[in-house]
């Protein structure tokens, strides 16, 4: 070492600095190491005297791959000097720390010999920056993956959800490109459902080889995952054995892949792969954060799954208190719209029906129960298949007594449920049409003449299932040629903008009046759009709707 590095001064200087020092002559040898080396590696500094700085290092830095990192740190050579970097060292106890080096080259003085020269190492703990760091990371991960976890609750269904995974995962996690592989039927072996690629990028290899591929548990990237239902990482796809398509990813350029598998306990519901163009390493943090990711996103979509095959019984149940289609009157053409509300609720309580009669009249009815699900469902059928059973001698007074009667046989020491209804049985006369109407509880039906007059028919009854003594007035309507009669729910009226403001029977009377044509269905249509206008923007619940509209053309 030269003089200015010995001098006694200098050397107690160097001792007392915190950070470890070690010097290194032209050879790469110890010439120096200051007392701090205990503390950061373990190590006497007398024991390094002499010794290759290498001694200090990993051992795949001694050479090969890690030889420019060798000369790096033995001659000072290189972009890095004069700035901070992070390596391994070797701690005397045999495990790796992590430190940051700033290195400086020491010049020989002037016709000094070449091998005068000096390499002066600062090395210093990196272990809180590398903790601090991972922490940060940690927690770009999980930003990520509730990011991810909020897309797919938009989802309407899992396979849209599926189909949202991929796009999201990569944009999220800064990968290249993904497939996603689903169990097929048995579960014996998973079958493609999916590539994607971030935008303005694509993998036709490997999408191309997906199509006919197929991963038994424990094969390929997929299965390993499928068989350890943890994440499994490769870091080379050209050479690892493990991944079973290199001639695709060398034709897509792609380099490193991770695989994690969705699951809902102990069942897979998926195996969703990464890929990128860039040979990366896969800290353990990412695969914590992705097997985490893969049990929270397989019970969401379980749920989802469930949550959705409850909607179609609710569907199918719904579909089942509504006509499939309206019957043909003759003279009268029908039209009807149904909206479910808004609400958590998947069954609504209204319903209408049209059913011909033995002597030819027809019965209409409209009703609206008081709640939502599956309760509220029931009540609706015992109140549509009553009025039915009850239609075919009789008039809509006593056919409302016979629902009232059979709600009140069905009331039990739940809530209660009443059921409003409007009745109306049509005939046909010699100068159209006319019909007797009653209503319990219920909205009065509007009829529209044919000069637009907007007038209300029937005459206001109690609900249904309330009372046992409750009478049902029947009040005639007469329905001459441009005729339309309507009946609804008040899941029109009760329409509520964002200001809490009811669309009302004023706002309904208002489309009926302005209507160009009294064509059934653009009846219907009309009123659909304007209760929808009504709550475009609105804070407020929707409440289920239904529109019957009976037209007498000219």
Not at 77 to 92: I, K, S
Not at 257 to 278: I, K, N, Q, Y
Not at 383 to 400: C, D, Q
Not at 462 to 487: M, S, W, Y
């Given at each position: ?28 040898r110890v010439t120096y190491v200051n007392p701090a080396v205990r503390t950061l590696l373990g190590y006497d500094p007398a024991t390094l005297l002499g010794k290759p700085l ?106 849209v959800a599926f189909e949202r995974l991929l796009p999201t995962l990569c944009t999220e996690l800064d990968w290249d490109a993904a497939t996603l592989w689903q169990p097929q ?187 939502t699900g599956a309760e509220a469902a029931t009540i609706t059928a015992v109140a549509r298949h009553t009025a039915r059973a009850a239609a075919a001698a009789s008039g809509p ?158």
């Amino acid at each position: 070492m030269v003089d200015s590095l010995t001098d006694v001064s200098s050397c107690t200087l160097l001792s007392a600095l915190p950070d470890t020092v070690v010097v290194a002559d032209a050879r790469g040898r110890v010439t120096y190491v200051n007392p701090a080396v205990r503390t950061l590696l373990g190590y006497d500094p007398a024991t390094l005297l002499g010794k290759p700085l290498t001694s200090i290092m990993p051992a795949r830095f001694r050479g090969g791959h890690g030889g420019h990192v060798t000369r790096f740190l033995t001659t000072g050579e290189g972009e890095l000097v004069g700035q901070t970097t992070q390596l391994p060292a070797l701690h005397a106890d045999g495990r790796e720390v992590t430190i940051d080096v700033t290195l400086a080259r020491v010049e020989p003085y002037p016709g000094a010999s070449p091998e005068a020269s000096s390499v002066v190492s600062v090395l210093r703990d990196a272990s809180t920056t590398v903790l601090l760091e991972r922490q940060l990371q940690v927690s770009r991960y999980l930003a990520a993956t509730l990011r991810v976890t909020a897309a797919l609750t938009e989802a309407p269904d899992a396979d849209v959800a599926f189909e949202r995974l991929l796009p999201t995962l990569c944009t999220e996690l800064d990968w290249d490109a993904a497939t996603l592989w689903q169990p097929q039927d048995g579960s014996t072996r998973l079958v493609h459902a999916g590539t994607w690629t971030t935008p303005g990028a694509s993998v036709p290899a490997l999408a191309a080889d997906a199509v006919a591929r197929t991963f038994s548990r424990g094969a390929g990237l997929p299965g390993l995952a499928w068989q350890q239902g943890a994440p499994v990482v490769v870091e080379d796809l050209w050479t690892d054995p493990r991944f079973l398509r290199p001639d695709a990813a060398r034709a897509d350029v792609l380099r490193t892949g991770v695989a994690f598998p969705v699951m809902r306990g102990d069942t897979l519901l998926a195996v969703c792969e990464l890929f990128s163009h860039e040979q990366r390493a896969v800290p353990p943090e990412l695969l914590d954060v992705l097997a985490h990711a893969g049990r929270q996103i397989g019970q969401f979509l379980d749920r989802l799954r469930a949550e959705s095959h409850v909607r179609a019984l609710a569907d199918t149940l719904q579909r089942s208190l509504l006509p499939s289609h309206l019957p043909t009157v003759p003279g009268v053409r029908l039209a009807a719209r149904y909206r479910p509300g808004g609400g958590s609720a998947l069954v609504g309580g209204d319903t209408y029906d049209v059913m011909p009669l033995p002597d030819g009249r027809w019965m209409v009815l409209i009703a609206d129960v008081c709640g939502t699900g599956a309760e509220a469902a029931t009540i609706t059928a015992v109140a549509r298949h009553t009025a039915r059973a009850a239609a075919a001698a009789s008039g809509p007074s006593e056919i409302l007594g016979a629902v009232n009667a059979a709600l009140l046989h069905e009331q039990g020491a739940g809530p209660l449920r009443f059921v409003t209804a409007c009745c109306l049985v049509l005939q046909r006369t010699a100068h159209g049409h006319c019909a007797r109407v009653s209503v319990a509880g219920h909205p009065l039906p509007l009829l529209r003449s044919a000069d637009g007059t907007v007038t209300e028919i029937g005459r206001p009854g109690r609900p249904l299932g309330i009372d046992a003594d409750v009478r049902f007035a029947e009040v005639p309507v007469a329905l001459p040629a441009g005729a339309t009669l309507v009946l609804y729910t008040d899941g029109v009226t009760e329409a509520r903008d964002d200001a809490g403001a009811q669309f009302g029977e004023d706002g309904l009377s208002r489309v009926l009046a302005d209507l160009a044509t009294t064509d059934a269905e653009h009846v219907v249509s009309a009123v659909a759009a304007a209760v929808e206008e009504q709550l475009r923007g609105s804070r407020h619940e929707a409440d289920d709707l239904a529109v019957l509209a009976l037209a007498v053309p000219h």
